[in-house]
T-cell receptor, first 116, second 113 residues
Framework: DTAVSQTPKYLVTQMGNDKSIKCEQN?????MYWYKQDSKKFLKIMFS???????INETVPNRFSPKSPDKAHLNLHINSLELGDSAVYFC???????????????FGPGTRLTVT | QKEVEQNSGPLSVPEGAIASLNCTYSDRGSQSFFWYRQYSGKSPELIMF??SNGDKEDGRFTAQLNKASQYVSLLIRDSQPSDSATYLC?????????????WGAGTKLIIKP
């Protein structure tokens, strides 16, 4: 029944470790996104894939690497975690580009990452 | 730089009154406008979207768009304590790809019983 799901919901790890977050959507959407929401609650786009093709690649450290095995899945791998990576990471999905602009995005429950 | 601005609040409104949330955007070419609600510790949830100038109503919610003045607002009638949340405004970036949205920092709304 879940539309956009993410695992894990909570992730606590130490500096220097490598971790992955997984996202899946069953809405039949072609486009998926990764957002970072920091302590000030500002949503910042990181990456977006349309039908497995990277279309948005904002200025984020190279330690962050997205991977989309198919259009229903978008994973985020983070190498050498740093304290500043602590945030909530949201996955979202939408239909492809619309004739009047963007379609609405639907969000997963988020992954709260804490780096100690 | 493309921007979406919202008053961070908190905006305090008595229960039963009308809550008015405002958002201004910088890019005149933007075509899609969205309002999301985010409860503390939860993910953003779509409330409404609007593409055309004027008003769009859905239950207790009304979105208003004025492209000439570059603002979009959200009215919540008969405010309930359950409406207390942060409301995020998002606007599309026009261009070759319309996938990307610019997000405001959100307005925290508090409905007082």
């Amino acid at each position: 029944d879940t539309a956009v799901s993410q695992t894990p919901k909570y992730l606590v790890t130490q500096m220097g470790n490598d971790k992955s977050i997984k996202c899946e959507q069953n809405l039949g959407h072609d486009t998926m996104y990764w957002y970072k929401q920091d302590s000030k609650k500002f949503l910042k786009i990181m990456f977006s894939y349309n039908n497995k093709e990277l279309i948005i690649n904002e200025t984020v450290p190279n330690r962050f690497s997205p991977k989309s095995p198919d259009k229903a899945h978008l994973n985020l791998h983070i190498n050498s975690l740093e304290l500043g990576d602590s945030a909530v990471y949201f996955c979202a999905s939408s239909q492809a580009q619309g004739v009047v602009g963007s379609y609405e995005q639907y969000f997963g429950p988020g992954t709260r990452l804490t780096v100690t | 730089q493309k921007e979406v601005e919202q008053n961070s609040g908190p905006l305090s409104v008595p229960e039963g009154a009308i809550a008015s949330l405002n958002c201004t955007y910088s890019d005149r070419g933007s075509q899609s406008f969205f309002w999301y609600r985010q409860y503390s510790g939860k993910s953003p949830e779509l409330i409404m979207f609007i593409y055309s100038n004027g008003d769009k109503e859905d239950g207790r919610f009304t979105a208003q768009l004025n492209k000439a003045s570059q603002y979009v607002s959200l009215l919540i009638r008969d405010s309930q304590p359950s409406d207390s949340a942060t409301y995020l405004c998002a606007v599309n970036i026009p261009g070759d790809s319309n996938y990307q949205l610019i997000w405001g920092a959100g307005t925290k709304l508090i409905i007082k019983p």
